[in-house]
C-alpha cells in the first residue's frame, strides 16, 4: 500500500484554512486536489452499505485507515451531492481528524467505538469547528461559543463529524398552514432529495424545487442512506427522526425524553425535543445511542438523570437475533391499520399495498416466536368521543391556530417554542446574530428579499405572542391532557392490559404517539409502496416507490428491550435495499 500525502498540506493546498467550512457544492474540486488520487493502489475499502463494526474491523486488522474511509466517503460526497444536496456544510478537516485518530490508534490509543468513524450532525446540533444555522439565513456561517454535549460524547467516543446535514428549517417550526413550508426545505440550502428517486416533483403549484418522494420529517437521512458517512443524528419533536428515517429505509432510534443531553440543540420545545441515531442498520443505531448517551448526567440538562444508562453506555449486548421469542407483541388496529370512527368522522387506515405489507411484518414476528396480541387497541384511540381521542386533539401548529383561536389543540409547541427558543438564543451570548424570537422574525422580514422567508413564517408568529407567565397555566393544563392521551390511556394502558412488550406500528405513523408521551420509538426497514399522492403525478412520470418500514413503541427507558426487539425483526427479514441510482 503506497503512502498517503500529509492531510494538513493537502489541505493547505485545497484552500482549507482553520474556521473555514467549504460548502458541500464545491467539494469536487478540492477533493480531487486534496487527495491525490485513489487511496491506494489496492482496491479501496468499499463504503457503500458498510457497516460499523465492518469498518472498525477493517482499521484493526490494518487493512485501512480511517483517513481513506473518510476520502471514500467525501469522494461519494463529491460525486453525488449535487443530486441530493444532503450537506449543508462539509469538514474541511475532516481528513486531517481521521489523520490524527489513525496516529492514536497506531499509538494503542482507541477511543471508543466510533474511533476514525465519520458521521452528520443535523444543523441544530452545536459544533464548535463548524457552523450550526439551523438552515435560517440569518445564521448563516455561525459558529456557536459552546458544543452540544452529544457532539462532545461522540467525538470522545472517536466520531469524526464529516458534514452537517441538511434539515427543515429550524426543524420545521418556522412556516406553517396556510403556507406550509415543505419538508426537508431550509433558506440556506433549499430543497433535499430522496435518494430512492431523486427528482423534483413536476405537478402545477407545486414546481417549486421540493422533492416528488418524500425525504420525511425535519432531519435528513438523505445523505445517510446514500452512504455519504456511516450514521446521522436527527432531532425530533413530533416524529423528525422516525419518519425521515422511513422514508429513507434507514433504522431511527427516538430515545425517550432526555435520554441523550438535549444541551447545545436548538429546540422547538423541550418538553418533546430529543436527539437520535439514523442509521442502515439496528447495529449501527445502538453503536451510536451509546456514544450519544452520557456516562453520568448531564449537569446543563437535569432530566437525563430520568433513564440509566446500560453498563458502559453499551447497548450492543441487546443485539439479540431471537430477541422476539416469547415477546408479546400488540398490534393496535383502530387508526393505525383500520378507520375508527370519532365524533361522525372516519380517520386512520391503511391503503391496501401497506396493509399487505404489515401482514407480512406481522407474519414475521409470528415466525420469529412472537406471541401477537390482535387486537390490542389504545383506549385513547379507540374512544368515540372527540375531546377524549388522541387523534382529534392535534397541536397548535398553523396560522389559524393563533390566541383566539387555539381553543381545540394544544398550545405546547408554539409555547415551547417562545419559552425555549428564546432561552437558548440567551445562552449563545452576544455572538448570537439575534437575541430573540422577535428578533428573528424581525431579521426575516428585513430580509425577505434575500429567501429569507420563502414560506413565511406563520409558527414563529403564533409562537412569539406567547407569554411565559400568562399562559402558563394554559400549556400546563394542554401538556395534562397530551400526558392523560398519550401515556395513562395511551402507551401506558395499552402495554398494561395486555402485558405487552411492545406495540407495533405501520410506517412512521407511531411516531406521534410516541414523540407526544416523552417514549421511545424504534423504525426498521421493510418494504416499498406506491408513491401515489393527490393530486397525481402527470401522465408519464413514473414515479418510484416510497420506502416503507415499521415501528415497535415501548414504555419509557424501554432502549435496551426495543432494540433487542428491532434487531430481532432486522434479522428475521432483512428488508433494507439501497437506493439504486448511488452505486
Known amino acids: 500500500m503506497r503512502s498517503v500525502p500529509n492531510a494538513s498540506a493537502d489541505a493547505a493546498r485545497a484552500g482549507f484554512r482553520p474556521g473555514r467550512v467549504l460548502p458541500a457544492c464545491a467539494l469536487l474540486a478540492a477533493i480531487v486536489v486534496a487527495c491525490g488520487g485513489p487511496a491506494s493502489e489496492a482496491e479501496p475499502f468499499d463504503v457503500v452499505e458498510a457497516t460499523i463494526p465492518e469498518m472498525r474491523a477493517a482499521m484493526e486488522g490494518g487493512q485501512v485507515t480511517s483517513r481513506q474511509i473518510v476520502m471514500e ?7 453525488y451531492e449535487w443530486q441530493l444536496n444532503a450537506a449543508v456544510s462539509v469538514n474541511p478537516n475532516a481528513l486531517a481528524e481521521a489523520e490524527a485518530l489513525d496516529a492514536e490508534r497506531a499509538a494503542g490509543n482507541v477511543r471508543g467505538p466510533l474511533h476514525g468513524i465519520p458521521v452528520a450532525l443535523k444543523d ?11 438552515g435560517s439565513l440569518a445564521f448563516e456561517g455561525y459558529f456557536p461559543p459552546y458544543e452540544a454535549t452529544l457532539t462532545t460524547n461522540l467525538r470522545e467516543a472517536g466520531a469524526i463529524i464529516i458534514a452537517k446535514a441538511g434539515l427543515t428549517e429550524f426543524a420545521n417550526f418556522m412556516a406553517g398552514p396556510p403556507n406550509q413550508m415543505p419538508g426537508n426545505y431550509n433558506a440556506l440550502t433549499g430543497y433535499g432529495l430522496n435518494p430512492y ?33 456511516s450514521a446521522n443524528v436527527g432531532t425530533d419533536t413530533g416524529g423528525s427522526i422516525i419518519s425521515p428515517s422511513n422514508a429513507n429505509m434507514l433504522v431511527g432510534i427516538r430515545p425517550t425524553i432526555a435520554r441523550v443531553s438535549r444541551w447545545g440543540v436548538a ?10 441515531p439514523m442509521a442502515r442498520t439496528v447495529t449501527d443505531a445502538a453503536i451510536m445511542l451509546g456514544a450519544m ?17 446500560p453498563p458502559g453506555r453499551d447497548y450492543t449486548p441487546f443485539l439479540n437475533a431471537n430477541g422476539l ?6 398490534i393496535p388496529r383502530a387508526f393505525y391499520y383500520e378507520p375508527v370512527e370519532v365524533g361522525g368522522e372516519t380517520i386512520g387506515g391503511l391503503g391496501d399495498e401497506a396493509a399487505a405489507l404489515m401482514a407480512e411484518a406481522i407474519a414475521v414476528l409470528e415466525a420469529a416466536g412472537a406471541v401477537v396480541v390482535d387486537p390490542a387497541e389504545i383506549p385513547s384511540f379507540v374512544d368515540p368521543e372527540p375531546d377524549a381521542n388522541f387523534n382529534t386533539w392535534p397541536l397548535c401548529i398553523g396560522g389559524h391556530q393563533a390566541k383566539g383561536s387555539d381553543a381545540g389543540c394544544s398550545v405546547n409547541f408554539k409555547y415551547g417554542m417562545k419559552r425555549d427558543f428564546d432561552a437558548w438564543l440567551a445562552s449563545l451570548g452576544p455572538s448570537a446574530p439575534v437575541g430573540t424570537l422577535t428578533e428573528l422574525r424581525e431579521w426575516n422580514l428585513a430580509h425577505r428579499a434575500a429567501g429569507s422567508m420563502k414560506y413565511e413564517q406563520s409558527r414563529y408568529d403564533i409562537s412569539d405572542e406567547m407569554d411565559g407567565e400568562a399562559d402558563r397555566a394554559r ?41 407526544r408521551a416523552q417514549y421511545p420509538h424504534i423504525v426498521v426497514p421493510f ?15 413514473d414515479a418510484r416507490p416510497a420506502p416503507f418500514g415499521i415501528g415497535f413503541t415501548g414504555a419509557a427507558c424501554s432502549e435496551p428491550r426495543l432494540i433487542e426487539l428491532a434487531y430481532a425483526f432486522e434479522q428475521a427479514s432483512l428488508r433494507r435495499v439501497p437506493p439504486e441510482s448511488f452505486p
Not at 73 to 79: G, M, S, V
Not at 124 to 134: A, E, S
Not at 201 to 226: M, W
Not at 267 to 276: F, Q, R, Y
Request: charged content about 20%; some cysteine.
Open 73 to 79: 466517503h467525501l469522494a461519494r460526497i463529491a460525486r
Open 124 to 134: 441544530n446540533i452545536h459544533t464548535t469547528h463548524l457552523p450550526t444555522t439551523g
Open 197 to 229: 428517486d431523486p427528482r423534483r416533483d413536476p405537478r402545477e403549484g407545486r414546481n417549486d424545487g421540493r422533492p416528488a418522494l418524500s425525504t420525511g420529517g425535519s432531519s435528513s437521512g438523505i445523505g445517510t442512506a446514500a452512504s455519504f458517512w
Open 267 to 276: 429546540p422547538v420545545t423541550l418538553d418533546h425535543d430529543m436527539a437520535g
Open 293 to 309: 448517551e452520557g456516562a453520568a448526567p448531564d449537569p446543563n440538562d437535569a432530566a437525563t438523570a430520568r433513564c440509566e444508562a
Open 325 to 330: 421469542e416469547g415477546a408479546r407483541i400488540g
Open 475 to 515: 400549556n400546563a393544563a394542554d401538556m395534562a391532557k397530551d400526558s392523560l392521551l398519550s401515556q395513562t390511556r395511551g402507551i401506558d394502558a395499552v402495554l398494561d392490559e395486555y402485558d405487552l412488550d411492545a406495540i407495533f406500528t405501520p410506517g412512521s405513523r407511531g411516531a406521534a404517539l410516541a414523540a
Open 527 to 541: 418494504g416499498f409502496v406506491p408513491n401515489a399522492p393527490t393530486p397525481a403525478f402527470p401522465e408519464g412520470f
